[in-house]
């Protein structure tokens, strides 16, 4: 067989893409986590106690549990009571309600509640990947409501955001 251009073009890319499909590897999670499932297989989430300030009475139960039901619907690990693979612990720091909005009398017209909480990550499986930070969030709202009309519906949007804040900082690696 006499091998030309048209013979070792056709005969360079077949082995090109046997080579690309076997040296690739292409890893698909819908759930957003970036987790080596053989290495790291469980998580310990501590209750995040309340130590702000403003006190509202089911904010820490209600915060613990979104964040261990954001782990346990997106993620396979085994939870454990302490000493995980991965460890997450911290305090609800700031919850408080500020004026955000002034018309032209003065007055003001909006209100901000804001939240913050202090996370403490342990991977025990990855030291470098460790970090003690802060996640906040606010949502604003009329002051033709109180906070009392608007506090359950503004706390569980203020939870779900630092929850998703603190899954991606932890799990996700993006």
């Not at 990550?121 to 470098?128: G, I, S």
């Not at 970090?131 to 606010?138: A, G, Q």
Request: proline content about 2%; aromatic content about 10%; some cysteine.
């Amino acid at each position: 067989m006499v091998w030309n251009k048209k013979n070792i073009i056709p005969l360079v890319a077949l082995t090109a893409f046997i080579g690309m499909l076997v040296s690739c590897k292409i890893s698909y999670k819908f759930n957003g986590s970036s987790i080596d499932y053989s290495v790291v297989k469980t998580i310990s989430i501590d209750e995040f106690p309340n130590r702000a300030p403003l006190v509202y009475a089911s904010l820490s139960s209600d915060f613990t549990e979104k964040l261990k039901d954001e782990f346990s619907s997106k993620t396979a690990l085994r939870f454990v009571d302490h000493d995980g693979d991965l460890q997450i612990s911290g305090d609800i720091t700031g919850y408080n309600v500020i004026s955000s909005g002034v018309n032209a009398s003065g007055e003001a017209v909006d209100s901000r509640l804001q939240m913050s909480v202090s996370v403490r990550f342990v991977n025990k499986v990855n030291a470098t990947e460790s970090f003690e930070k802060t996640f906040s969030s606010y949502q604003t709202f009329s002051n033709e409501y109180t906070i009392d009309q608007v506090q359950g519906e503004l706390n569980g949007l203020l939870i779900e955001d630092i929850v998703s804040q603190i899954f991606n900082a932890t799990v996700a690696n993006w």
